[in-house]
């Protein structure tokens, strides 16, 4: 089942980095697609399609005008909508519940950067908290995917690459033009 990323409030400037490490994640870690709304910002969709030139695979950015409507629209279609939030359940109480996700089109999993509006607290499907103590969108995104994919994204092989890593106790090996 596919996942994709929705990170929201993006802010031009403040937010390249922080955005673009949100996108570096998903795409690691085995996402399929980062949306993203706020402001848009070309700079962010070009570095990670940059990213997919050299080591490969097809993960997608689109930048989103209206996300209500799209949160909105994607759960009529069948979508599972999971917001981190240090509101929500913490993660372990929900592990399985989220292994379990069956009958769905996707799942989406939505991060924010300020503030969370609090409508889209009731939009979610489930609210998850990665411990209800406040930190990363990063930090979020990535151990919500390491506990959906159980260790297996650490391994993905993407295909098209340029570039691949001959992982080495010391140094460092790369492949270039496979
Ligand atoms: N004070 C903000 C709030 O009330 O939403 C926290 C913003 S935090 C810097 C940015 C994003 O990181 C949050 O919107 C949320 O998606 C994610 N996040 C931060 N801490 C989290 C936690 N403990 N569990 C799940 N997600 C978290």
Not at 76 to 93: A, H, K, Q, R, V
Request: net charge positive.
């Amino acid at each position: 089942m596919p996942i994709e990323i929705l990170r929201l409030g993006h802010r031009l400037h403040r937010d390249y980095r922080i955005t673009t490490h949100c996108g570096l994640v998903a795409r690691a870690f085995g996402a399929t697609k980062m949306y993203y709304s706020g402001f848009e910002d070309d700079k962010i969709t070009l570095n990670l399609h940059k990213v997919n030139d050299s080591w490969g695979g097809n993960f997608e950015v689109q930048y989103l005008k209206n996300w209500r409507s799209f949160l909105k629209q994607s759960k009529l279609e069948g979508s599972f909508i999971i917001l981190c939030t240090m509101y929500g359940e913490n993660l372990p109480d929900v592990e399985q519940e989220i292994k379990s996700i069956k009958n769905t089109s996707n799942i989406i999993i939505v991060i924010g950067s300020e503030k969370i509006p609090s409508d889209l607290l009731h939009l979610s499907t489930l609210n998850v908290a990665i411990s209800n103590q406040p930190h990363s969108e990063v930090a979020a995104l990535a151990i919500i995917l390491d506990r959906i994919f159980s260790g297996k994204q650490l391994s993905i092989q993407f295909d098209k690459a340029r570039l691949k890593i001959v992982p080495k106790k010391q140094g460092k090996k790369v492949i270039y033009d496979l």
